[in-house]
Nanobody, 120 residues
């Protein structure tokens, strides 16, 4: 199983970016899909989560600015980030809970990360 993120880059404060994360490989089922971020010198933090049925949660600092969504047919999760601030600068990672067949439990798989830099 592989998770591949795309869409990071450099953006000015107040700008927008859309991240994507596609899961591929031996996938039987995907449960929750998450976006985490890690800023320099800080611990990795959970930014947002989306359940398979579409229920979402957000950390307070991004509520009203970020939107998570998913396409179950494409095994892909998205993160639309608006009104970006310098403090959003971090490496963003996607994580998915995946069953590789009907006989195994869900386990976490991580993407490689994509850099988001918010600066003028």
């Amino acid at each position: 199983v592989q998770l591949v993120e795309s869409g990071g880059g450099l953006v000015q404060p107040g700008g927008s970016l859309r991240l994507s994360c596609a899961a591929s490989g031996s996938i039987f089922s995907i449960s929750d899909m998450d976006w985490y971020r890690q800023a320099p010198g800080k611990q990795r933090e959970l930014v947002t989560d989306i359940a398979r049925g579409g229920i979402t949660t957000y950390t307070d600092s991004v509520k009203g600015r970020f939107t998570i969504s998913r396409d179950n047919a494409k095994n892909t999760v998205y993160l639309q980030m608006n009104s970006l601030k310098p403090e959003d600068t971090a490496v963003y990672y996607c994580k998915a809970m995946i069953r590789i067949n009907a006989y195994t439990s869900y386990r976490d798989f991580w993407g490689q990360g994509t850099q988001v830099t918010v600066s003028s």
